[in-house]
């Protein structure tokens, strides 16, 4: 296995992104930041990338901000910067316009579990533990967390994994919705890929388009998300895609995507 920090692999027409530190397991200094960052880029630019699955080495997802480097600066705007440069990347993972699953295994821990939860889905080993470790250590909630963890959960739920900052198991994290499968540690990455693959005909610009209007459906009203829905589906009445896949309806034919059987 390369020595580099953040992997990038292809495995059919799925990006496989790999945080590579697992001797630290997994956890994010700056250098492993900005390979992440470059990561994304690279599979929402390329367009023979249809989906991504974002996992990490060594029997761990991520443990978080690698705390243990030093800095020279007053601490307040350090920390603010580095929040900014991190949301960043993170906003463009949770917007990228392809289905992203996140492969938990072992740990995913403070902004380890801010990550994991910027993918559309998450399927987790049995072995795994998400924890909101933040009250443990005197830090608030970072990279999201507030914004995501009561959308999945509910507020109340929300509060409750945040002050008790407790480990949760997989087949919690399962009941309440924070992962949508769990499944043994050896065959987490293979069925990761299996799922990530069902999108791999899919009309990607219409997944991606549903998948940024969806995103903001906790914060836009009801007229704007019409106003949204109208465009977007101007934009798919007009591409190739829409043409061929009406045709092949109308003549009876086998469909470009048939959809994907139930993906949980």
Same mark, same amino acid.
């Given at each position: ?5 953040? %992997? ?11 945080? !590579?530190? #697992?001797?630290?397991?997994?956890? $994010?200094?700056?250098?492993?930041? @900005? $390979? =992440? ?27 978080? +901000?690698? /705390? ?14 580095? /929040? ?11 917007? %990228? &316009? ?14 380890? *579990? ?34 995501? %963890? #009561?959308? /999945?959960?509910? *507020? ?15 087949? &919690? ?6 992962? @949508? ?8 990455? &293979? ?15 219409? =997944? ?14 009801? !007229?704007?998300?019409? @106003?949204? &829905? ?11 895609? !829409? ?10 034919? +086998? #469909? =470009?995507? #048939?959809?994907?059987?139930? *993906?949980?």
């Amino acid at each position: 296995m390369s020595d580099s920090k953040v %992997l990038f692999e292809m495995d059919g027409k799925t990006a496989v992104i790999t945080i !590579n530190r #697992p001797q630290r397991r997994n956890a $994010l200094d700056d250098e492993a930041k @900005q $390979l =992440l960052a470059d990561a994304i880029r690279r599979a929402r630019e390329d367009r023979s990338v249809r989906s991504v699955v974002l996992t990490g080495a060594g029997g761990h997802f991520c443990s978080g +901000a690698d /705390l243990s480097g030093e800095a020279e600066g007053e601490m307040p705007f350090l920390v603010r910067d580095a /929040l900014l440069g991190a949301h960043r990347w993170h906003a463009e993972l949770m917007d %990228l &316009e392809k289905p992203v699953i996140s492969a938990v295994d072992g740990y995913a821990v403070g902004a380890g *579990l801010s990550l994991a939860l910027g993918a559309d889905f998450i399927i987790a080993s049995d072995r795994a533990r998400l924890v909101s470790n933040f009250p443990r250590i005197g830090f608030a909630p970072d990279l999201g967390l507030m914004y995501i %963890l #009561p959308r /999945l959960v509910g *507020l109340v739920r929300a509060k409750e994994i945040v002050f008790s900052a407790r480990d949760i198991l997989a087949d &919690e994290a399962l009941s309440i919705g924070l992962v @949508q499968a769990v499944v043994p540690s050896e065959r987490l990455r &293979e069925t990761a890929v299996e799922y990530a693959r069902r999108f791999d005909n899919a009309p990607t610009h219409v =997944l991606g388009m549903a998948k940024g209007i969806m995103n903001r459906t906790f914060e836009t009203d009801r !007229n704007a998300m019409t @106003q949204l &829905e109208t465009a977007v589906q101007g934009l798919c009445a007009a591409s190739s895609y !829409n043409a061929e896949a009406v045709r092949r309806f109308f003549a009876k034919e +086998a #469909p =470009l995507y #048939p959809g994907a059987e139930r *993906l949980f």
